[in-house]
């Protein structure tokens, strides 16, 4: 119930779908001022997020890049494959804006993150790019207080024996394992150092820091 009523996106009364809302909309600021239709390379991201954004989809074409492709309804919007590290598949500046919702955490290590932001920024004229706070006290995705502080083990060892937050309990040790592996959390030093000439947007609740988006708007 707890988890329902704060980080669950899909109840649109969680604090979660509050602050969604309040980063779509400074993302339409942005794209209201660009000339239509807007191409967005959306790194990451789902039919769903975009079906239920409230855009007028008349006036974007949107590419979702995933590793498998997904079935979308709108004509305005195409899934393909891909890698967010690797995205040769696209000239540069092909696109108006590269957009990610909380996906660059999900690369493993630093040296894929640096990648992803590289490629985002060579394929796009903008980039809107958000992560979660390393140093925000919740886990945004266990949603559990100062998990990504834990040592490994023992974030492996919950991983392995509990469902927390948006993290299913893992089959086997090492899944859990890879599970924990996968999630690395960004400072905002981190997001400086990979977006080195964006503005870094600091999304607050109450006076901490919850998340980052890097963009150049």
């Not at 492709?69 to 040769?88: E, F, H, K």
């Not at 086997?172 to 690395?184: D, F, M, Y």
Request: neutral net charge; hydrophobic residues 45%.
């Amino acid at each position: 119930m707890l988890f329902t009523s704060i980080a669950d996106n899909r109840n649109p009364s969680s604090m979660a779908s509050s602050f969604r809302s309040r980063r779509l909309n400074l993302f339409k600021g942005f794209v209201d001022g660009l000339p239509k239709p807007v191409r967005i390379l959306d790194i990451g991201g789902t039919p769903e997020f975009w079906e239920s954004a409230g855009f007028d989809l008349r006036d974007v074409n949107i590419t979702l890049l995933n590793l498998e492709t997904a079935a979308c309804l709108s004509p305005n919007i195409q899934s393909v494959a891909g890698d967010a590290t690797n995205l040769s598949a696209f000239a540069d500046k092909s696109f108006d804006i590269a957009f990610s919702n909380s996906v660059i955490e999900h690369l493993f290590n630093f040296e894929n993150q640096q990648k992803m932001a590289a490629e985002a920024l060579r394929v796009s004229k903008h980039h809107f790019i958000q992560t979660p706070n390393y140093w925000f006290p919740i886990e945004p995705h266990w949603v559990f207080p100062l998990f990504q502080h834990f040592p490994a083990f023992i974030r492996v060892f919950l991983t392995k024996n509990f469902s927390l937050g948006h993290v299913k309990q893992s089959a086997s040790w090492a899944e859990a394992r890879r599970q924990v592996e996968e999630i690395q959390l960004l400072s905002k030093s981190e997001m400086k150092t990979l977006f080195p000439t964006s503005k870094i947007w600091e999304e607050k609740l109450f006076t901490l820091t919850k998340s980052f988006v890097a963009h150049n708007f």
